[in-house]
């Protein structure tokens, strides 16, 4: 799904990989993951975010922007790096978690910069911000065992201005207070069920901040992270938030 907002052309490519393009500068967020940028992914029944068909490796970004270390994919990242990529990862990523090995982002061929939490960088002419991104330990987003998928201090948000048009993606969050107080004109929340916010609260959300558009992301990639996409809309449009879909 291609969109066009206030002069950047943004688009999602799958589970929570988001292109944004401005007139010279190219981002992305979570570049990979699952074969959404292999032409291999197989999305649970109406799956959306329609990633590419075929090998997609177009080496344009100039900014990489990683939330966490179970987005992190060292193929998808070298898949849409150049030569004079910057990464911005959040700090930590190892490449370790319960199902891979992988190197750690700052041994990638590439200049990484870690941030936190709560930082604000510049990369070029591209501010960057990022939030926090977890799962309350007594939210609804927890484990069998009552942990939290994502705990505090496990990955971040980040918002990017991109020729002065701010794009925020939540990251694996749920809505956290900070979030209430966002000034952003393309709102990218996650809306599947399980490990994130789930639509209801993304709407809310939403309502709450009133971008000047909605782009929900990250679901229906697996049968877990079903959501009934049209109806979130409605809610949202409901709250006179405009609202674009990937659906077929």
Known sequence: MTVH??????DWLGYATIRIAGDDTVVYTDPGRYGVLTGEWEPYEDGV????????RPGDADIVCVT????????????VAGEDTTIVAFE???????????????????EVRQVDAKAQVTV??????????????????????????????????????????????????????GHRTLD???????????????RHEAAALAATIEPRLVMPVHYNTFSNLEADAREFAADVAEAGVPVVLDEQ
Request: overall charge negative.
């Open 5 to 10: 907002h206030e002069g950047v052309t943004v």
């Open 49 to 56: 975010g329609h990633p590419p068909s075929t090998d997609y």
């Open 68 to 79: 966490h270390v179970h987005h992190y994919d060292p193929d998808g990242i070298e898949r």
């Open 92 to 110: 930590g990523i190892d490449g370790r978690d319960v199902e891979r090995d992988l190197p750690p982002i700052v041994d990638l061929p590439y």
């Open 124 to 177: 070029g002419d591209v501010p960057i911000w990022t939030t926090p991104a977890h799962n309350e330990p007594d939210g609804p987003h927890t484990l069998p065992d009552g942990s939290p998928y994502h705990p505090e201090g496990f990955g971040c948000g980040f918002m990017v201005s991109v020729d002065g048009t701010r794009v925020y993606y939540p990251g694996d969050s749920d809505v956290l207070p």
């Open 184 to 198: 952003t004109s393309l709102f990218c929340p996650p809306i599947g069920p399980r490990a994130t916010m789930d």
